[in-house]
Structures are given as C-alpha cells and as structure tokens.
C-alpha cells in the first residue's frame, strides 16, 4: 500500500478482554516495528520484526502481550486480559532497511490505534 | 541502560531560532534519528546522525558529536506551524531497535 496501515483505528474494550490490533507496513519493508504512547508522554518501545523473526521482545510490557508477523508482510500485536493501564495509542512503522547499516532505515509511521480500557 | 535526555517542553518566538538538545549513552551508539509529531499525529521524520557534524536541510538542521554523546535539533525561522514535539531517537549497537527519548513540546507565541 502507499503508507502504513493500522486498524482498527479506535478500540474500546472492557477490563479482561483480549484484543487484536493489526498493522500492514509499507510493501516491501523489511522492518517492523511496535510502539506504545500514553497521554502526553514519548514512545515506548515494544518490539520490532526483521522479517518474520522478532530479535528483541524485551519491550513487551509483560506475558500478555505477544506479536506474530507472517509472510513478512502483516503483523499483530494480541493483548490478553486487557488492564486499564493498556489504555494508549499503539504506533506501528515500517521501514526499508534495518538501521544497523550505514544507511539509515527511516522509520513510516501508520496513525496508530487508540485503545481504550474501562 | 539506554537512557535518552531532552527537555519535556521549550517555548520560542515566531521568526526566532530554538536548539533543542538530546544527549543519549555513547556505549554502542550507531545513528540518531529526529522526528516531528502533531499533537493526534504519527512522527514524521527529519533528519538522521551517523557522522560529527552539522547536517542542513531548508530550516532545520541537526548536530551530532558522538564522543560526547550529545545532538542538537535547530529550527531557524519559526513558523506557528513548528508547533510540535520532536522526539530524539536512538539506535545501538548495530542492531535494528529504535529507541525514543520522551519527547520536546516546543511552543511557538506570536
């Protein structure tokens, strides 16, 4: 597609539910990356995707969060028993290349998903 | 830790130049990266740092020394439209995770 596409864009859930957001980079980008942000405050690392395989998930804020990318493309990001704390803006972003080169692998944001715990 | 500094808010003069400063842990360091975001926006990029030095791009440019650990975002000639935060980004040890510091609400008065 021509940019980074989250869905659903806004979510309300009730406490201790699960929920499924999906994010569709940018074709052809080999990165993928996931970020959480709270009112009023930066970006929290989640996990990010080199391909299908995930190298660092030290930034899920615990077991009930997971996230699966297949076929390189689409990936998801699950939370079980959602908590109020949950409640944020859930950023994905996609890019060409892994930044760990020499060139830099600017990062294409999709506008995110709103999640909403009561 | 991976620990990246900048100042939670800055207000300037429109027509008026800002620096807003980031410094981060040198251990590992491989790029930085700078990004806008409007308040209910996705970040937009805006510059990225590997080398020391001043990179210029229109109104914006950004600094990096990498021995000091330390880079600088500036904005010449404030337009309302500046109006933002920018978020300092960081990417160690070669690998592909980006970290972002907590962000700079800039303010822009008429």
């Known amino acids: 597609g021509a940019g980074v596409s989250q869905s659903p864009s806004n979510k309300v859930t009730e406490k201790g539910k699960d929920v499924e957001l999906r994010c569709d980079p940018i074709s052809g980008h080999t990165a993928l990356y996931w970020y959480r942000q709270s009112l009023g405050q930066g970006l929290e690392f989640l996990i990010y995707f080199q391909g299908n395989s995930a190298p660092d998930k030290s930034g899920l804020p615990s077991d009930r969060f997971s996230a699966e990318r297949t076929g390189g493309s689409v990936s998801t990001l699950t939370i079980q028993r959602t908590q109020q704390e949950d409640s944020a803006v859930y950023l994905c972003?996609?890019?060409?290349?892994?930044?760990?080169?020499?060139?830099?692998?600017?990062?294409?944001f999709g506008e995110g998903s709103r999640l909403t715990v009561l | 830790g991976q620990n990246i500094d900048q100042p939670t808010e800055m207000t300037a003069t429109e027509g008026a130049i800002v620096q807003i400063n980031c410094t981060y842990q040198?251990?590992?360091?491989?790029?930085l990266f700078w990004y806008q975001q409007h308040a209910g926006e996705a970040p937009t990029f805006l510059s990225y740092n590997v080398l020391d030095g001043l990179e210029e791009k229109g109104r914006f440019s950004s600094f990096l020394s990498r021995s000091k650990g330390y880079s600088y975002l500036l904005l010449k000639e404030l337009q309302m439209k500046d109006s933002a935060s920018y978020l300092c980004?960081?990417?160690?040890?070669?690998?592909?995770?980006?970290?972002f510091g907590k962000g700079t609400r800039l303010h822009i008065l008429p």
């Open positions: 980004a960081v990417n160690w040890d070669r690998d592909d995770k980006i970290i």
């Open positions: 972003a996609s890019s060409l290349e892994g930044s760990g080169r020499a060139r830099a692998g600017e990062l294409f």
């Open positions: 040198t251990s590992g360091f491989n790029g």
